[in-house]
C-alpha cells in the first residue's frame, strides 16, 4: 500500500516503514502521526504518511560510501554542465587529478561524455562551464531511499522533513 517516514522525537528522518508497522507504533503508543494522506485503514484509522516517536533514537553515524552508483544517484543520473541524462556519463573531477585535486564527494560529479572531454584537465571556470548543483556529501544514507519516493512524485509532504532534498 503506502510507506510511512519515520521521524526521530527530534524530527530528524530515521527510517521508512510500511503503514503496518508505523499503525502498529502508533497503537502501542510509541509514536504520534504527523501527516497523514486522508485514506482510512481498519474502517476509521487514518492512514500515516509520516510518524514520529515520542523518545529520541540514537542512531550512529553511517558513512555512505563514495562509489560510482552513488555518484549517479546523487546527481540525477545526469550531466552537472548540460543536464544530459542518457547512458554515457562519465564521473568528472571538479579539480582534476592532476592538479591535485582528490577522490571526494565534493570533489566529483556525474558529465556526460562530451562536456567531460570539453572541460579536460582545467577547472569549471577555466573551463567557462557552470555546474548546475555543487557536489556535496550526502546527509544520510536515508537520503538515497527518501529521494527515490519524492523524485517519483509520491509522499511529497516528507519533503518538509527532509534537509537538502
Known amino acids: ?11 530528524e528522518p530515521l527510517n521508512i516503514t510500511s503503514w503496518r508497522r508505523a499503525v502498529v507504533l502508533l497503537l502501542k503508543g510509541k509514536a504520534e502521526r504527523v501527516e497523514h494522506n486522508g485514506k482510512l485503514v481498519y474502517a ?6 509520516v510518524i514520529r516517536l515520542r523518545h529520541y533514537v540514537r542512531v550512529p553515524y553511517k558513512e555512505i560510501p563514495l562509489t560510482r552508483r552513488n555518484i549517479l544517484h546523487r546527481d540525477s543520473h545526469s550531466c552537472q554542465y548540460c543536464g544530459y541524462t542518457g547512458d554515457e556519463l ?7 587529478r592532476s592538479r591535485g585535486g582528490d577522490d571526494s564527494w565534493e570533489n566529483i560529479v556525474t558529465a556526460c561524455v562530451r562536456c567531460n572531454v ?6 569549471p571556470k577555466e573551463a567557462n562551464m557552470v555546474l548546475y548543483n555543487s557536489p556535496r556529501r550526502p546527509y544520510s544514507g536515508l537520503y538515497f531511499e527518501v529521494t527515490k519516493h519524492l523524485k517519483n512524485g509520491v509522499h511529497q509532504e516528507w519533503r518538509k522533513y527532509v534537509i537538502g532534498i
Open 1 to 11: 500500500m503506502s510507506k510511512v517516514l519515520v521521524l526521530n522525537a527530534s524530527y
Open 90 to 96: 562519465t564521473l568528472d573531477h571538479v579539480l582534476p
Open 44 to 49: 476509521e484509522f487514518p492512514l500515516p504518511t
Open 118 to 123: 570539453k572541460k579536460g584537465s582545467r577547472t
